[in-house]
């Protein structure tokens, strides 16, 4: 079967959904994996994906790396934290969007970037900066580093008019996340990007992402002054 572009991950959301409360898939069970998901439903891996993350992210499934994914005992109320792609934060508040690239270039993995994610010294990843601004005041300075050996096509994208974290979220699927969050202490880089003084402390997040096994990209966001983000429980 082909993939059908018209099928949402919302779509498979409810047909998931629909499969738990009829008892096809009860609790307990192990799904089926993305890939044979993909094929019945006749969509992209990633719609599957995103889809298996959000029921993840409501309680009503378990999922775990080389462990698979399973339908929960009993669900859970959790912390939901959206990870929205940055444009459509900014757009969702009323403002204007621009995306600016600072740099871009192709390096050795960092050895402290190498600990993090457990590549090799030989291992190469596509280091980015890039800014994203609200109604032209700074929003959101981006710091992000993509590993190459799991996502090559990203040697060929120059990223000068999309962002990666749009590009990514689009084209490249993941399995997993980590997220950290913190106030991050500015210094002359983000006082050049985001306004304010070198001193100013910044709420900042760390993601890592990865596919299967293989490390995908590490992020680390820093917002202006005075951003608030808010959860649901």
């Not at 993939?3 to 089926?32: C, F, H």
């Not at 889809?51 to 999922?63: D, F, K, P, S």
């Amino acid at each position: 079967m082909g993939e059908d572009t018209r099928v949402s991950y919302q779509d498979i959301k409810a047909r998931v959904l629909a499969a738990i409360r009829d008892n096809t898939w009860p609790p307990g069970a192990m799904l089926p994996g993305e890939v044979a998901l993909a094929q019945e439903y006749g969509c992209a891996r990633a719609t599957v994906n995103r889809a298996m993350r959000e029921l993840a992210e409501e309680g009503i499934l378990e999922r775990k790396r080389k462990a698979g994914t399973r339908v929960k005992l009993a669900p859970a109320r959790q912390a939901r934290f959206s990870i929205p792609v940055v444009r459509e934060e900014i757009e969702a508040l009323g403002a204007s969007y621009r995306y600016a690239l600072v740099s871009r270039s192709e390096e050795a993995t960092p050895k402290w970037l190498a600990a993090q994610l457990g590549l090799g010294a030989g291992d190469r990843v596509l280091h980015l900066v890039c800014m994203h601004y609200a109604d032209e005041r700074p929003f959101q300075l981006e710091q992000r580093w993509i590993n190459l050996a799991t996502v090559p096509q990203a040697a060929k994208k120059d990223f000068s008019q999309t962002g990666p974290n749009e590009w990514l979220v689009s084209e490249v699927p993941f399995t997993d996340i980590r997220l950290s969050f913190s106030a991050c202490r500015g210094n002359r880089e983000t006082a050049e990007f985001l306004g304010g003084n070198e001193t100013d402390a910044h709420f900042t997040v760390e993601r890592v992402t990865w596919l299967g096994e293989r490390p995908v990209t590490y992020a680390r966001l820093l917002f202006h002054a005075g951003y608030r983000m808010t959860t649901t429980l």
